[in-house]
T-cell receptor
Framework: KNQVEQSPQSLIILEGKNCTLQ??????????LRWYKQDTGRGPVSLTI?????NTKSNGRYTATLDADTKQSSLHITASQLSDSASYIC??????????????FGTGTRLQVML | DTEVTQTPKHLVMGMTNKKSLKCEQH?????MYWYKQKAKKPPELMFV???????INESVPSRFSPECPNSSLLNLHLHALQPEDSALYLC????????????FGQGTRLTVV
């Protein structure tokens, strides 16, 4: 069964600090892995998307890593800001040609950045 | 334009009402999705349309009826809903023939009373 597990479930950090969120997946065959940021009551917004051949990708203060061998990904947030408070969802897309694919969502990490 | 627009943003309906949720995108995406999301849970896939044809129905109750009138629009018709159907309903779109990024709308917060 395709699964995506994230840790920690929740995290509280002080403004300006860095943090790293983890994602382990069992989706196979694997096409790409995405990290989304979701504010409460809003739709998810894409941060990064990586294929199996990519090891790292950055988007501003967000840096995602991917190890396709161990099926692990991480999202590192640098110099956190209050606006980073949100849920961060790891989403894995299976390899499937021709038509739209079903995405497998992780349960998310709820990040709270405090003064 | 990388926007997926959903209307309305909020909806309160009674269990005997009929209402519709609307979703629109102008990115030329030929795959569109409906998801249901309960609080503190990940989105759950409901339906996928690919080239305006229903390609995936995740055993959704018939009180939810999707419709894709053209390549830019996706509707979700609601009838005789239950209070447990209250949730955030998300629309998303992506390219259909390449496994690329999915863009999500801001969602419709539905409350069934």
């Amino acid at each position: 069964k395709n699964q995506v597990e994230q840790s920690p479930q929740s995290l509280i950090i002080l403004e300006g600090k860095n943090c790293t969120l983890q994602c382990n997946y069992t989706v196979s065959p694997f096409s790409n892995l995405r990290w989304y940021k979701q504010d409460t009551g809003r739709g998810p917004v894409s941060l990064t998307i990586m294929t199996f051949s990519e090891n790292t990708k950055s988007n501003g203060r967000y840096t995602a890593t991917l190890d396709a061998d161990t099926k692990q990904s991480s999202l590192h947030i640098t110099a956190s800001q209050l606006s980073d408070s949100a849920s961060y969802i790891c989403v894995v897309s299976p390899q499937r040609a021709g038509t739209a694919s079903k995405l497998t969502f992780g349960t998310g990490t709820r990040l709270q950045v405090m003064l | 334009d990388t926007e997926v627009t959903q209307t309305p943003k909020h909806l309160v309906m009674g269990m005997t009402n009929k209402k519709s949720l609307k979703c629109e995108q102008h990115m030329g995406h030929r795959a569109m999705y409906w998801y249901k999301q309960k609080a503190k849970k990940p989105p759950e896939l409901m339906f996928v349309y690919s080239y305006e044809k229903l390609s995936i129905n995740e055993s959704v109750p018939s009180r939810f009826s999707p419709e894709c009138p053209n390549s830019s629009l996706l509707n979700l018709h609601l009838h005789a809903l239950q209070p447990e159907d209250s949730a955030l309903y998300l629309c998303a779109s992506s390219q259909a023939d390449r496994n690329t990024e999915a863009f999500f709308g801001q969602g419709t917060r539905l409350t069934v009373v």
